[in-house]
Nanobody, 122 residues
Framework: QVQLVESGGGLVQAGGSLRLSCAAS????????MGWFRQAPGKEREFVAA????????SYADSVKGRFTISRDNAKNTVYLQMNSLKPEDTAVYYC???????????????WGQGTQVTVSS
């Protein structure tokens, strides 16, 4: 059974930074792409970033491009999301996910973590 556990969320002021982590277990982590999504209150879950199995290719939502960086450490079975220059509109529950393919809709991802809350105050 694949398990994904996010951590690193919290409360930060606008302009600040946070680094989210997602620890994976249950299958060969290094063989699969990883992604981050987020869901704000009253909104649908949206794509944030994704990374291929080797870490050689990444993709980002336009809203976070240039501010967020996704990375992975296959030796630690962990994927990260470094978030800089945070804005109040980045406030959401952030989820990591894994699948066999990379896509920008949540239906394309098979396994999900429980989420971690990120709140950005103005």
């Amino acid at each position: 059974q694949v398990q994904l556990v996010e951590s690193g969320g919290g409360l930060v002021q606008a302009g600040g930074s946070l680094r989210l982590s997602c620890a994976a277990s249950g299958r060969t982590f290094s063989g699969y792409p990883m992604g981050w999504f987020r869901q704000a209150p009253g909104k649908e879950r949206e794509f944030v970033a994704a990374i291929n199995w080797r870490g050689s290719s990444t993709s980002y939502a336009d809203s976070v491009k240039g501010r967020f960086t996704i990375s992975r450490d296959n030796a630690k079975n962990t994927v990260y999301l470094q978030m800089n220059s945070l804005k109040p509109e980045d406030t959401a529950v952030y989820y990591c996910a894994t699948s066999n393919v990379i896509g920008q809709t949540d239906k394309q991802w098979d396994y999900w973590g429980q989420g971690t809350q990120v709140t950005v105050s103005s």
